[in-house]
């Protein structure tokens, strides 16, 4: 699961450091776009799920781009895990 805190300290990283042309940087200086894309991502996997194609790729999608929609909004994803933690039984 390390793809996981890579993913976070690249958009922390880019946060600090912006890369001119990158996707990420859009993302995370767009809160609009980026909150599209999470929508888009979703629904698109929600697609793939019911015709059982692209499952894995759309699932990807979506967590890169909620990533970046939390980083976006300054939520830090240290925060939810403990809101998680929190709701184990």
Excluded: C, Q, W
């Excluded at 042309?21 to 793939?48: D, F, P, Q």
């Amino acid at each position: 699961m390390n793809i996981f805190n890579d993913l976070i300290k690249l958009a922390r990283e880019r946060k600090k450091n912006p890369k001119e042309g990158s996707y990420t940087n859009e993302l995370l200086g767009n809160k609009s776009l980026s909150r599209e894309k999470v929508l888009e991502e979703i629904n698109e996997l929600i697609e793939a799920v019911e015709k059982d194609t692209n499952k894995i790729h759309e699932a990807a999608d979506v967590f890169y781009h909620l990533i970046m929609y939390l980083e976006a909004n300054n939520i830090k994803i240290e925060d939810v895990m403990t809101e998680l933690d929190k709701r184990k039984k």
